[in-house]
């Protein structure tokens, strides 16, 4: 059997670093694709010490020709590749009102730009091979429209969403499906660094199920979604958020 190929966006740290461990633990090769090049480096040789089943590629996913180039060394290596998972995102809280025209920017460009980006790059790909998997890492602040993340982050990941529906729906007859992953708020580094305990312990009081998610289970859902078996699973939005946004 071949051993199937994954890119992971954002791969150095938090839900990217994770999903990038749990796809090489269920037999993937794993490409690590992140600015931060040397804390990818360390994961992916963490991961595969003499780098034959992981290793970091530099992309900043702003830069449309940085997928092209990824895709190329990852494809290089390897020879194919089965799925990409857009997850590197970005934010910086900024009320609403005082978000300026280069802060709104920058936020889209990371998480809105990138998708559409790595959709066109690794779904042409997927489409001239017949088969191929893209997840957008989405957020439950593009559905709600957010609290603690900032409005720019919130309509980008809201636009994520309706970009995965459009390419899920323009990609299907050629074997891509195309879905998302909507988290909630995860137990990762971002959340407690950015979020005061204080006013942590009241996000958290207010979920329902009255814990932060598990990064670890957004990454089973991705590797179910990436599947060779996941066909039928297209232009989905995957919820996971404690009960916080239900529909
Ligand atoms: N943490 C949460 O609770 C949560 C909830 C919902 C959605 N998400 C989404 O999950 C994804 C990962 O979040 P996280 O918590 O791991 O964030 P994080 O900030 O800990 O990690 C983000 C990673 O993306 C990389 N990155 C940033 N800009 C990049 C660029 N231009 N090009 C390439 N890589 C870049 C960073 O270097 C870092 O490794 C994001 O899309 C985020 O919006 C997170």
Redesign the pocket.
Known sequence: MTTRVVVV????????ATIAAKFHAAGYRVAL????LD?AREVAASLSPDGSTAFAVP????SKVDFECALQTVAARWGQVHALIN?????KVVPVMEITGEQFDQVIN??LK?ALFGCQVFGQYFADRGEGRIVN?????GQNGGSATGAH?AAA?GGTLTLTKVFARDLAAKGVTVNAIS????D????HESVPADKLDKVIAGIPVGRL?NAEYVADVAILLASGQAYFANGACWDVNGGLYMR
């Open positions: 966006t954002g791969a150095a740290r938090g839900l990217g694709a992140d600015l931060a804390a992309l900043d996913v702003t997850n590197a995102g970005a934010s990371v998480n990138s890492i989405a957020s439950l602040a982050y990941k988290p909630g708020p995860l990762l580094p971002i959340v998610g």
